[in-house]
């Protein structure tokens, strides 16, 4: 089975602060994806990334950064959190016939 | 117009309820098909692929109506741990893959 780990199920910030939000997989995807899931606005796409060290925006990538440094890993890197990036962050990675396997997600609250 | 809609609902149904959703999509682009299901502060997990010829699993079947540009999920005999929320994921390819994800049906199985 893919597994993919986010490394924090919660997390409380401040307003201000850098947040990091890391996810591994298994199982040697190429392409792994941040989305953020908000009621009532499903899940909109931050940032994705198809290879290491590529990198290309989504939908929402204001506000966040990226890092690909091995294929196994990709990082939300949120620069100065503010209050509207309080959210559920899922990231997935996508096999070669196209399904999506997503990690537990991060439940963010920026205060 | 968004890309890929669906009745948010709630669907509200008693056990052994036979219950259909629908999800349109506007993108003649969209190359691939698939219903996810998510349960309440989770991720999404795959459910199953769309194909042209329908697809069953269990008391699970999927359509496509590519003239229509609707797919659909038809749920037999509904058990109490059916009560989620269902995406309607759609695959484009415009170059690259893009996928486009529907805000969700939610269902709820009534005892």
């Known amino acids: 089975d893919v597994k993919v780990t986010q490394s924090s199920r919660y997390l409380v910030k401040r307003t201000g602060e850098k947040v990091f939000l890391e996810c591994v997989q298994d199982?040697?995807?190429?392409?792994m994806f941040w989305y953020r899931q908000d009621p009532g606005l499903g899940l909109r796409l931050i940032y994705f990334s198809y290879d290491v060290k590529m990198k290309e925006k989504g939908d929402i990538p204001e506000g966040y950064s990226v890092s690909r440094e091995k294929k196994e890993r990709f990082s939300l890197i949120l620069e100065s959190a503010s209050t509207n990036q309080t959210s559920m962050y899922l990231c997935?990675?996508?096999?070669?016939?196209?399904?999506?396997?997503f990690g537990s997600g991060t439940q963010l609250s920026v205060l | 117009r968004k890309e890929v809609e669906q009745d948010p609902g709630p669907f509200n149904v008693p056990e052994g309820a036979t219950v259909a959703f629908n999800c349109t999509y506007s993108?003649?682009?969209?190359?691939?098909f698939f219903w996810y299901r998510q349960d309440c502060r989770k991720e999404p997990k795959l459910l199953m692929s769309v194909y042209s010829s329908g697809n069953e699993d269990g008391r699970f079947t999927a359509q496509l109506n590519r003239a229509s540009q609707y797919i659909s999920l038809l749920i037999r005999d509904s058990k109490l741990s059916d009560s989620a929320t269902y995406l309607c994921?759609?695959?484009?390819?415009?170059?690259?893959?893009?996928?486009?994800f529907g805000a969700g049906t939610r269902l709820f199985v009534k005892a």
């Open positions: 199982m040697d995807h190429e392409n």
């Open positions: 993108n003649s682009a969209s190359q691939s």
């Open positions: 997935a990675t996508r096999a070669s016939n196209e399904k999506l396997f």
């Open positions: 994921v759609v695959i484009l390819n415009t170059g690259g893959f893009k996928t486009i």
